[in-house]
């Protein structure tokens, strides 16, 4: 939105699509569809980053945790559902329809179907549970339920207008005025929107971890390690077991013979491990190999191997 240029274009293949939100956790995109199942996406994505089968249907609203780890959903099966996003499975399910849910900051759900509006609070556990209820007079159909940050509040939006309703304990008491000020002056909304045009991140930087972000990936190590490379490690392991110092001992544990056996130990301790690596890339022939089985012999020389069959 910052430049008007459309950064990617594509085709979810899994039908029609009519609900989508935003997780303000990691900037990862949400998509309900028609088939029950939620996706997550990223501009630079061609396919789906995360798909999860939720319903048994139309999935008909999503919505994402402040925090982002918590995802609620509600299907025309008449579930909402609510997912831990860390280990991508359910921890609670609530037999209700809902047209449209919302996640306020301190953690309670607000959830629409028709004329009602429910809101839901965590009793421990991730066990959610009706607190306050309100029902539209002369029937309103609500399309929309939000609550107003920093304020108790969460506004309705329905047939014939806009509504707000007060759900105590819904909003941020203590406000950061260096991430959001809800009381500040036009000026400040002006030079707010330059600043954050100036440190908005490029679109390539979106994933589900946003953590790691400015990490550095470790290089991987090689499965397959060639012969000179582990002849090299053999060198440097006998090299760091010769160098280890022997603590003196008394009774005469200390003599000269028993310090090189301990120091003739420690190299062996050091090299057994790539020993065995030396010795399935080639270094030396396996001695239990049975003949006949993995060696191949020459026309003259087969008569004499062991026949497996006896």
Known sequence: MSTGE????????????????????????????????????????????????????????????????????????????????????VVHTHAARAESLDFSQK????????????IYRDAGGHDYKVYLKHRMVKGYQVGKVLFRPYEDICSIGHSTGFSSILVPGSGEANFDTFVENPVETAKQRREREVHALLNKLQPETVMLNPNMIGNVRQPKKKENKTKKEVEEEIEDAVEA????????????????????????????????????QYNEIGGHPDKKQRVGDKAELPKALQRFAKNKQS
Request: hydrophobic share 35%; with cysteine; proline share 4%.
């Open 6 to 89: 459309m950064i990617a274009n594509h085709r979810t293949g899994l039908g029609h699509t009519d609900v989508m939100r935003v997780n303000p956790y990691n900037a990862v995109i949400g998509l309900g569809h028609a088939d029950g199942k939620v996706t997550m996406w990223k501009p630079t994505s061609v396919k789906p980053l995360v798909t999860m089968l939720c319903h048994n249907g139309h999935v008909t609203a999503v919505a994402f945790e402040r925090g982002g780890h918590l995802m609620a959903t509600a299907g025309l099966d008449k579930k909402i559902k609510i997912w831990d996003l860390r280990k991508y499975e």
């Open 107 to 118: 953690g309670l759900l607000a959830a629409s179907d028709g004329s009602l509006v429910e």
């Open 241 to 276: 077991a010769k160098s280890t110092k022997v603590k003196n001992k008394t009774k005469g544990r200390s003599k000269p013979s028993k310090r090189a056996k301990k120091k003739e130990e420690e190299v062996l301790r050091a090299k057994r491990p790539l020993l065995d």
